[in-house]
């Protein structure tokens, strides 16, 4: 069993930056994907961004140009940088690792963008 622990949400103004952290309990290494998702109030959980094993980034269009993911596989975490967040980037952000061993998701952190 795979435990993934997400970090870094918070309250920011409209423009600001945040960046989230996922570590995981084990190696990540066999997880082909592993991606942020956000789910805000009243609609589905939608995907933010993911990145394969070998480093392949893809976003969802929405956060083209403004949110980074990235990947240690040595130290076993993915980050999500966050610049010039808007209103509607408000959400529960949750880390995914998906592979052979199943798919897996934290437990969620919130950020909420707001002046």
């Known amino acids: 069993q795979v435990q993934l622990v997400e970090s870094g949400g918070g309250l920011v103004q409209p423009g600001g930056s945040l960046r989230l952290s996922c570590a995981a309990s084990g190696s990540i290494f066999s997880f082909n994907v592993m991606g942020w998702y956000r789910q805000a109030p009243g609609k589905e959980r939608e995907l933010v961004a993911h990145?394969?094993?070998?480093?392949?980034?893809n976003y969802a269009d929405s956060v083209k140009g403004r949110f980074t993911i990235s990947r240690d596989n040595a130290k076993n975490t993915v980050h999500l940088q966050m610049n010039n967040l808007a209103p509607e980037d408000t959400a529960v952000y949750y880390c995914?690792?998906?592979?052979?061993?199943?798919?897996?998701w934290g437990q969620g952190t919130q950020v909420t963008v707001s002046s």
């Open positions: 990145i394969t094993n070998s480093g392949s980034p």
């Open positions: 995914n690792a998906a592979g052979w061993r199943g798919v897996f």
